[in-house]
């Protein structure tokens, strides 16, 4: 029995001699002199952040222009010192780096919650966690200890104090108090307000995310915890602390320096997560005269529809070559005290139909055409929370229409036929392929209403998906930085032929007519791709056009998520996209969209009703089909003077035979310049699309004059067309409806020629 506890008693003292050697060599480490560049006054990176032509939008140099922030302790308002130690360390004057009552008290509150629910960093273990960043695991804990204790060792509190406050990150890409007082009160630190020093103390907990210029609400939570615990620890009075309150939680204005507000916030976030310390300056891609042009027109838009419930707005433009972000509006006003540091450009919200293209694109490379006739007809559908009957936005139902229109007039019963046709899955897979990372539920959790908009995406995913389509159907990441190479990832979303055919569709406004009628504000003078979105309830207005050369997202709403009086994606984004677009064309050229035709693609004649190939009764138009998908069969449902339709349009036709069926039929046929000969020639190589022989239109009581216009668009002739109206030559590509019948001529430069003749009640 004797040598196991030999054995025991020099095991004890070997461990014994190993924690004395290990405490000795502790305090002798302690005790070591610190080095050089955790006493010297460090000056924090500073950050110049430029447009594209060399503009500063934003600096995070301190106001006077130096690129030295160190502050003296001596200097900072006694406010600031309060603020600080009560919110962070309130006993840093009594410890020598580590509070031990904190660390019990910490240890206390995490075994009984089970989890860590408190911490027990001092001002000196943050100090040190600054100077000598380690781990936040429990050899981290111990290595911050440590250093605290030699920090502790060697400098005093006064010292230590005016290094933590120097070197702290304040968000924004602000480091220490000197640069985060000039950054968000436009102040030193030597004259900020009680309030003002608060919020400052508050930010420390999260820089990032509570800061003013990102949430003014959180900032303001943080700045009352502030006062709450600087009162209760009776450094400040009662009624100072109301007063302190009531201030604003940042300046109520920007300085000449601070441009672009909430594309320079994200950007600068960006930034820290690329880069440990940015510092020096940054040429981004914005361009700050659109921006400002844009901010202004954004502005504009919620004045006009503020009446109808409408409060806030937000656009982005890329360029389609490079991924270039060229301007970024993310509020209307970016110092409004309720929520104008939301940023909507990169918010999720629910975007409506600006995600049927995608859909479509998967359909055509699934083996479906633009001519393909989908049925638009009452259905329901079996889903894992009950029966599901989608509706269109008129509450009607169209019959059989092909794909061209359905997508054109966003109707949504063919979009949801289509999604269950193709498989919730593979519409998701798409849309994730497009960019459109905040879809990160699963399929069944979205289920077929996902071709409707009922997922939560961001305008700057929606802008960079769309680009995608201009640019064949390939997604490729945006860019912000001018001075860095763009990046190389790419992924094809659909092939090219899908995405020409979807672009040919969202650029068609005949296609558009039946479900927006004639006048919109989507027709421009170069050929553009739009799409619009309403979320349900109108609580968010999307639109999107997508040019060869860029790409515009809009979106108009309320950030409270209340629903507006009636404003649809025409009504509500529509002008503000028409607007926004037309800016953007002044600096950059539009470019040539890809056409079917540039592809391979063929034009065959098909019958409007049946998408079929035309026979000699059939209203007929062209259609673009990429090789081999051509159909093949003539029209059946034309027999002589008679329709007849499938069986799956019985019902259908049961409920539309009061004059509704009648009605389709009329205006299929309207569009048709009369019957084809049997042996269905080919149309003439150059004539006018639009408007079309025999249209009628009329003006809408209210409608702005600058929208009630039709386009003037001839085939065939290239791009050298010469106009006339009634005579009189036009150099305009808009005919501006006036009432009376008119005649229209287009001559192209070959000396081919074409008429049609309108009327305008």
């Known amino acids: 029995?004797?040598?196991?506890?030999?054995?025991?008693?020099?095991?004890?003292?070997?461990?014994?001699?190993?924690?004395?050697?290990?405490?000795?060599?502790?305090?002798?480490?302690?005790?070591?002199?610190?080095?050089?560049?955790?006493?010297?006054?460090?000056?924090?990176?500073?950050?110049?952040?430029?447009?594209?032509?060399?503009?500063?939008?934003?600096?995070?140099?301190?106001?006077?222009?130096?690129?030295?922030?160190?502050?003296?302790?001596?200097?900072?308002?006694?406010?600031?010192?309060?603020?600080?130690?009560?919110?962070?360390?309130?006993?840093?004057?009594?410890?020598?780096?580590?509070?031990?009552?904190?660390?019990?008290?910490?240890?206390?509150?995490?075994?009984?919650?089970?989890?860590?629910?408190?911490?027990?960093?001092?001002?000196?273990?943050?100090?040190?966690?600054?100077?000598?960043?380690?781990?936040?695991?429990?050899?981290?804990?111990?290595?911050?200890?440590?250093?605290?204790?030699r920090l502790e060792a060697h400098l005093g509190k006064q010292e230590i104090l005016e290094q933590y406050l120097n070197r702290l990150h304040l968000g924004q890409g602000a480091v220490g108090v000197g640069a985060a007082s000039a950054l968000y009160f436009g102040a030193s630190a030597s004259e900020v307000s009680i309030a003002q020093a608060a919020l400052l103390a508050g930010l420390a907990h999260a820089p990032s995310s509570d800061n003013p210029f990102v949430s003014q609400r959180r900032a303001r939570a943080r700045r009352a915890l502030a006062l709450e615990r600087m009162g209760r620890l009776g450094l400040i009075a009662d009624a100072e602390a109301e007063r302190a309150r009531q201030e604003p939680v940042a300046r109520t204005g920007s300085e000449s320096v601070f441009r672009a507000p909430h594309f320079t916030t994200r950007v600068l976030l960006w930034a820290q997560e690329t880069v440990d310390r940015p510092s020096g300056r940054w040429r981004t891609t914005l361009d700050l005269t659109l921006q400002e042009a844009l901010e202004a027109e954004v502005r504009h838009t919620v004045a006009e529809l503020g009446s109808r419930g409408a409060r806030h707005g937000a656009a982005v433009v890329l360029d389609n070559r490079t991924g270039d972000i060229l301007a970024w509006v993310g509020s209307p006003d970016f110092w409004a005290d309720t929520s104008g540091q939301t940023d909507m450009v990169v918010s999720r919200r629910q975007p409506g139909s600006a995600l049927k293209p995608f859909l479509y694109g998967l359909a055509f490379d699934r083996g479906h055409t633009p001519a393909s006739v989908i049925a638009d007809v009452a259905r329901t559908y079996r889903t894992s929370t009950g029966p599901y009957r989608p509706r269109n936005y008129d509450h009607r139902f169209h019959g059989p229409v092909r794909a061209r229109e359905a997508l054109g007039s966003s109707y949504n019963i063919p979009a949801v036929e289509l999604t269950a046709r193709l498989g919730t899955p593979s519409l998701l897979a798409t849309l994730r392929l497009a960019g459109f990372a905040s879809l990160g539920r699963s399929a069944e959790y979205y289920g077929l209403g996902l071709s409707l908009g009922n997922g939560d995406v961001t305008l700057l995913e929606m802008a960079n998906a769309y680009r995608a389509l201009a640019n064949g159907g390939v997604w490729r990441p945006f860019r912000w930085r001018a001075d860095a190479p763009a990046a190389g990832e790419t992924r094809r979303v659909m092939s090219a032929h899908a995405s020409a055919m979807v672009l040919d569709i969202l650029a068609d406004p005949e296609a558009r007519i039946p479900g927006f009628g004639v006048q919109t504000p989507f027709d421009f003078p170069f050929r553009a791709a739009v799409k619009t979105?309403?979320?349900?309830?109108?609580?968010?207005?999307?639109?999107?056009?997508?040019?060869?050369?860029?790409?515009?997202?809009?979106?108009?709403?309320?950030?409270?998520?209340?629903?507006?009086e009636g404003v649809s994606g025409v009504s509500g984004a529509g002008p503000l996209l028409q607007r926004a677009v037309q800016l953007t064309a002044r600096r950059y050229a539009p470019g040539a969209l890809a056409t079917p035709a540039t592809l391979g693609a063929r034009a065959v004649t098909i019958c409007r009703l049946s998408g079929q190939?035309?026979?000699?009764?059939?209203?007929?138009?062209?259609?673009?089909?990429?090789?081999?998908?051509?159909?093949?069969?003539?029209?059946?449902?034309?027999?002589?003077?008679?329709?007849?339709?499938?069986d799956e349009y019985a019902e259908w036709e049961e409920g539309q035979e009061g004059g509704g069926r009648r009605e389709h039929l009329r205006a299929v046929e309207a569009r048709s310049p009369g019957p084809l000969p049997s042996s269905v020639l080919p149309p003439p190589s150059f004539r006018i699309v639009s408007p079309r022989a025999g249209d009628r239109y009329s003006v809408p009581p209210g409608v702005d004059a600058r929208y009630a216009t039709v386009a003037l668009r001839a085939t065939g002739g290239g791009s050298a067309v010469e106009w006339s109206v009634d005579g009189h030559r036009v150099t305009d590509t808009r005919f501006r409806l006036r009432p009376g019948t008119h005649r229209i001529v287009a001559r192209s430069a070959a000396g081919a020629r074409d008429s049609v003749t309108v009327q305008v009640d």
């Not at 968010?540 to 507006?564: E, P, Q």
């Not at 059939?618 to 034309?638: I, K, V, Y």
């Open 1 to 149: 029995m004797k040598r196991p506890s030999a054995r025991l008693t020099r095991a004890a003292l070997a461990v014994a001699a190993a924690g004395a050697t290990s405490v000795v060599a502790a305090l002798a480490w302690i005790a070591w002199r610190l080095p050089d560049d955790i006493v010297a006054h460090d000056p924090a990176p500073s950050v110049v952040l430029e447009d594209r032509s060399g503009v500063v939008l934003r600096s995070t140099r301190a106001a006077d222009g130096s690129r030295t922030r160190w502050v003296r302790l001596s200097e900072m308002d006694p406010d600031l010192l309060r603020a600080f130690v009560a919110v962070e360390d309130r006993r840093f004057f009594e410890h020598r780096g580590v509070d031990l009552a904190a660390v019990a008290r910490a240890l206390r509150d995490n075994v009984r919650q089970r989890r860590v629910v408190s911490g027990a960093s001092t001002i000196t273990m943050q100090l040190a966690r600054l100077v000598r960043p380690a781990g936040r695991d429990l050899f981290g804990k111990v290595t911050q200890a440590l250093w605290a204790l």
């Open 533 to 564: 979105g309403t979320s349900r309830h109108f609580t968010d207005n999307w639109a999107v056009a997508a040019t060869a050369g860029f790409t515009v997202a809009v979106w108009v709403g309320n950030f409270s998520g209340r629903a507006m």
């Open 613 to 646: 190939r035309a026979g000699p009764y059939c209203p007929h138009a062209l259609e673009w089909f990429a090789p081999g998908t051509e159909p093949t069969q003539e029209c059946d449902w034309h027999r002589g003077e008679r329709v007849v339709l499938p």
